[in-house]
T-cell receptor, first 114, second 112 residues
Framework: KAGVTQTPRYLIKTRGQQVTLSCSPI?????VSWYQQTPGQGLQFLFE???????NKGNFPGRFSGRQFSNSRSEMNVSTLELGDSALYLC?????????????FGPGTRLTVL | EDQVTQSPEALRLQEGESSSLNCSYT??????LFWYRQDPGKGPEFLFT???AGEEKEKERLKATLTKKESFLHITAPKPEDSATYLC?????????????FGTGTLLAVQP
């Protein structure tokens, strides 16, 4: 069974630009969550989607947004990039809505903002 | 505030030298505790879910245990391939969510 895939794997942008990251969950998984990982802050929750609905959003500015499609694939967008947005962006998928079920992470997209 | 704290931040072991990593949490009404392993430049890899105090789970040289306030990841006779960052995470208190609150991890280095 294929795991969570994320594209692109690496991205270099300049300040002020915008970027869109893509995540394809494990087949059959309806839940997708996004996290930002930096050396200083660790893994920080961005938002989660279940059946195309955003259920929770982390403490990030409105420049960070996302969506989920009917096939459960998800995208996140960051507008007006800042240097501090440089990070590893991780997507995780989960089969069900039950809090006890484990999430499976993709390899991440490494975003560098110059 | 829901919080997860891991210690030590870094641990260096000789091959075969057993040790334990700690994860303490302040979430009330715990709804599961998750352990992940992360290799450099990769996404976290799921290891264990613990549901209730007293529960234990094992996988190869790893054994995870859970009390009402903390979890331990015991590493028995580690090998160099066990070198990685080990993360623990918990769901926040209440509500329907798949959000996880992560600790900052323990960086484990096992030397041959």
């Amino acid at each position: 069974k294929a795991g969570v895939t994320q594209t692109p794997r690496y991205l270099i942008k300049t300040r002020g630009q915008q970027v869109t990251l893509s995540c394809s969950p494990i087949s059959g998984h309806r839940s997708v969550s996004w996290y930002q990982q930096t050396p200083g802050q660790g893994l920080q929750f961005l938002f989660e989607y279940f059946s195309e609905t955003q259920r929770n959003k982390g403490n990030f500015p409105g420049r960070f947004s996302g969506r989920q499609f009917s096939n459960s694939r998800s995208e996140m967008n960051v507008s007006t990039l800042e240097l501090g947005d440089s990070a590893l962006y991780l997507c995780a998928s989960k089969y069900s809505d039950r809090v006890y079920n484990e999430q499976f992470f993709g390899p991440g997209t490494r975003l560098t903002v110059l | 505030e829901d919080q997860v704290t891991q210690s030590p931040e870094a641990l260096r072991l000789q091959e075969g030298e057993s040790s334990s990593l700690n994860c303490s949490y302040t979430v009330s009404g715990l709804r599961g505790l998750f352990w992940y392993r992360q290799d450099p430049g990769k996404g976290p890899e799921f290891l264990f879910t613990l549901y209730s105090a007293g529960e234990e789970k094992e996988k190869e040289r790893l054994k995870a245990t859970l009390t009402k306030k903390e979890s331990f990841l015991h590493i028995t006779a580690p090998k160099p391939e066990d070198s990685a960052t080990y993360l623990c995470a918990v769901p926040p208190r209440g509500g329907a969510t798949n959000k996880l609150i992560f600790g900052t991890g323990t960086l484990l280095a096992v030397q041959p």
